[in-house]
Structure formats: structure tokens, C-alpha cells
């Protein structure tokens, strides 16, 4: 039994250590065409930047909102 578990967090580690991998190289891929974007169109930078702004604000909030239904009795 206790085989049994030390395989299964061996299991969710590797599965978690690989979507960490999978969102890191997603941010550095959605940083670089940002990067060559305000290059190209030096305005767009401002529509980025408020768009990351919401998204982070959104994603903020359901965090909060997670937390607190934790909580909720």
C-alpha cells in the first residue's frame, strides 16, 4: 500500500513538473510575439498591455473566489 502511494506522487509530480514545463514555454513564446508585435506595430503595446492587466485581474479573482468557497462552511 504505501508502494502504492509513493508511485502515485511520483506519478502526479512527473505530470505536474510537466505542465509546469508546458506554461512556462507558452509564456516565454506569448513574451516573444508580444515583443516582436510592438516592434512591428509600436501601438499595440498599450492593447497588450491592458489585456494582460484584465486577464490577470480576472484569474486574481478567481483565486480569491477559491479561497474563500475553501473556507465557506
Known sequence: MVLLQ????IMLA???WGLLK???KALL???GGAFLLGI????LLLLLG???FVTI???VTLGLL???SAFRS
Do not use: R, Y
Open 57 to 59: 485581474s480576472l484569474l
Open 66 to 68: 477559491l479561497l474563500l
Open 6 to 9: 509513493i508511485l502515485g506522487g
Open 22 to 24: 508546458l506554461t512556462l
Open 50 to 52: 491592458s489585456l494582460v
Open 40 to 43: 512591428v506595430f509600436p501601438g
Open 29 to 31: 513564446w506569448v513574451v
Open 14 to 16: 512527473l505530470a505536474l
